[in-house]
DNA sequence: AAGTACAGCAACCGCTTATAA
DNA sequence: GTTATAAGCGGTTGCTGTACT
């Protein structure tokens, strides 16, 4: 019943790979292709896992990887899909050809990370709303509910509506936005997007505490549009 | 020059999902 | 429908090189 074993877990190389090990498994994959990941190592002549040659085919030797750091564009871009589908960096990965999971993982935790959260620390003398002073915003329907709720009292919410901007920068858009927040804490970046149009809003102004009263409050209400109060409303 | 701290990244671990038997 | 396994995925670890004291 169901499959053999992948591979026997004694007796394997672990560790850094060798020149010679690349060298065989690429000559390998090179003139075999890739059938099954577990009669790889064997086939090539290496003393590796399956899953291991797997792993430094995909994010080292595959001939299609783009080398060299990412750009300031495959950064932000990653910032933005970050804020869309969080750790999934498979899914945001593939937004980015010749490069990995891996080497975007690697990325976010070693680098973006810090960045953001030096922005973040900087946010309250940030005012980017004054860039959208001038739109008109109009609500259309809009839903909210808790997501989780922690011991340590923090709650998470998820808020979806729908905003339809007009401005004379921005063509009409309608968009959708997500966002997480905890008691005590600065809401994060709320993202308005449609199609390949995607912009991001910050504001201090949106930072509130979460009394259980209050947030109940908030949970029976159709719409919190008070965190917009700095947009011109068009109901 | 030596020791320590830190950053970056490759690789591993363990869980989840898809799929063959 | 159930079980076992391969493949995929994200979190974490640990090695290596570099900066700092």
């Given at each position: 019943m169901?499959?053999?074993?992948?591979?026997?877990?004694?007796?394997?190389?672990r560790g850094p790979?060798?020149?010679?090990?690349?060298?065989?498994?690429?000559?390998?994959?090179?003139?075999?292709?890739?059938?099954?990941?577990?009669?790889?190592?064997?086939?090539?002549?290496?003393?590796?896992?399956?899953k291991s040659c797997r792993l430094r085919w995909i994010n080292y030797?595959?001939?299609d990887l783009k080398r060299?750091?990412?750009?300031?564009?495959?950064?932000?871009?990653?910032?933005?899909l970050h804020s869309r589908l969080g750790n999934r960096w498979s899914k945001i990965a593939a937004h980015f050809p010749g490069r990995t999971d891996?080497?975007?993982?690697?990325?976010?935790?070693?680098?973006?990370?810090?960045?953001l959260q030096v922005l973040?620390?900087?946010?309250?003398?940030?005012?980017?709303?004054?860039?959208y002073e001038d739109c008109e915003v109009k609500k259309e329907g809009g839903t909210m509910k808790p997501?989780?709720?922690?011991?340590?009292?923090?709650?998470?919410?998820?808020?979806?509506?729908?905003?339809?901007?007009?401005?004379?920068?921005?063509?009409?858009?309608?968009?959708?936005?997500?966002y997480g927040l905890h008691e005590g804490s600065n809401m994060g970046p709320v993202e308005i997007q449609k199609a390949d149009h995607t912009t991001t809003l910050f504001s201090e102004e949106i930072s509130k505490p979460l009394p259980e009263d209050f947030l109940q409050q908030w949970i029976d209400s159709p719409l919190p549009w008070d965190f917009f109060s700095d947009l011109k409303e068009d109901t």
């Open positions: 169901g499959r053999q074993p992948c591979c026997e877990k004694s007796g394997l190389n790979w060798t020149i010679e090990e690349d060298h065989k498994l690429m000559t390998f994959i090179l003139s075999n292709g890739i059938q099954c990941w577990r009669t790889v190592p064997k086939l090539a002549g290496l003393h590796r896992c399956g030797l595959r001939p060299g750091a990412l750009t300031e564009a495959e950064e932000e871009m990653i910032i933005q891996n080497e975007i993982k690697n990325h976010w935790n070693t680098r973006i990370k810090k960045k973040s620390s900087n946010h309250t003398s940030h005012t980017p709303l004054q860039q997501e989780s709720a922690t011991e340590q009292g923090e709650i998470k919410l998820e808020l979806q509506g729908t905003l339809v901007f007009r401005d004379p920068k921005i063509p009409q858009f309608d968009g959708r936005f997500n």
